[in-house]
């Protein structure tokens, strides 16, 4: 080991929707993930070894070193867990990446404001599930859409989510604008989209003048579109009238920022202002099958694997 190196073993590992489009062969905000590399992911491990100055053996951390069971990393790529605020797997969900872009996607690009109603796909999930709970936090009506009656009673029962609608239940576009009507009497002045598609399509006819569209992920496209995409309906009028803002949102360009997060989200965590699940599954090997779980809406809250 050099100077400054620590070994670190995995206790958690991360499986994120975002691995799916390194599969593609077309560009993303990356090149694609090359062949025979080790599938990058944040990991939460205790240092088992340390020729650090400032990271001692026991210590936990967060690190982006992938699916593997342990790693040589520097101690100024990860960052230290203070286990008094919540247990380390939290790194990688509601104190993680996906509660990064939850955080600055809905206060600061769409700069939220109490009193509005906020729609949110993909709710029950691990960014949805946390933007919904700031959304309340911030005072605003919230609707969630996800796919299945266990989800909708999670988000509204534990959650205090307003309405909740089943996009299983309406699979086309008339079918969820009239879901979305009578969920949001008064419009939609924010959409957290997660997925996109036909929810999608269908959100755009009920925002309200001056809306702002967080585009956050499209799990709909994933799997089918991503080389050859779907075609949806145009919309670009509605945009216009509408004078509607939307905007994408990436998790990496709020990295500098996690001490910030962290500081709110964490009191909120602590007080249990914002609540969290996770589905863990057991098993490094099942790393795969966790990933392809994500499209078969196999968890609620952050999808982690146990090693
Ligand atoms: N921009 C960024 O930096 C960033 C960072 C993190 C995540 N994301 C994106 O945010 C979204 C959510 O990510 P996450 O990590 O929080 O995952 P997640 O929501 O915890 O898990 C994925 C969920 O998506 C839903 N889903 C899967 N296929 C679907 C489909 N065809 N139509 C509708 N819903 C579907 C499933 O829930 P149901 O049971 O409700 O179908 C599933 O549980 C993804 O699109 C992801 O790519 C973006």
Redesign the pocket.
């Known amino acids: 080991m050099k100077k400054g190196e620590i070994v670190v073993k995995a206790k958690y590992i991360s499986v994120?929707?975002?691995m799916r489009?390194q599969q593609s062969a077309l560009n993303s905000w990356e090149v694609p993930h090359p062949l025979g590399v080790v599938q990058g992911s944040g990991m939460a491990g205790e240092i088992i070894a340390s020729n650090s100055d400032t990271l001692k053996i026991g210590d936990w951390v967060n690190c982006y070193t992938g699916w593997q069971q342990y790693a040589i990393v520097k101690d100024t790529e990860v960052r230290l867990l203070d286990t008094k605020i919540a247990t380390v797997s939290t790194s990688l969900g509601i104190l993680g990446?996906?509660a990064r872009?939850a955080y600055f996607g809905i206060i600061e690009a769409g700069k939220i404001k109490t009193g509005e109603t906020v729609v949110v796909?993909?709710?029950?999930?691990?960014?949805?599930s946390t933007v919904v709970q700031i959304a309340k936090l911030k005072g605003c009506r919230v609707i969630g859409i996800?796919?299945?009656q266990e989800?909708m009673n999670f988000l509204e029962q534990e959650l205090d989510v307003d309405a909740t609608i089943n996009?299983k239940e309406n699979k086309t576009q008339e079918s969820m604008v009239k879901a979305l009507k009578t969920a949001c009497p008064e419009g939609v002045d924010i959409y957290y989209d997660?997925?996109g598609?036909v929810?999608t399509d269908a959100v755009i006819d009920v925002v309200n003048v001056g809306a702002r569209i967080l585009v956050?992920?499209?799990?709909?496209q994933?799997n089918h579109a991503l080389d050859k995409p779907e075609m949806g309906p145009r919309f670009l009028h509605k945009v216009l009238y509408k004078r509607i803002t939307i905007q994408g949102?990436?998790?990496?360009d709020y990295n500098d920022r996690m001490p910030e997060m962290i500081s709110e989200m964490g009191s909120w965590v602590k007080d249990g202002k914002i609540k969290y699940k996770e589905t863990i599954i057991q098993g490094f090997e099942k790393l795969p099958k966790a990933l392809s779980g994500?499209?078969?809406?196999?968890?609620?809250?952050?999808?982690i694997v146990k090693v």
């Open positions: 994120d929707p975002y489009i990446m996906p872009v796909s993909g709710a029950a999930g691990a960014v949805g996800a796919g299945s989800k996009y997660n997925v598609g929810i956050c992920g499209q799990i709909s994933y949102i990436l998790a990496r994500l499209f078969d809406g196999e968890n609620t809250g952050k999808m």
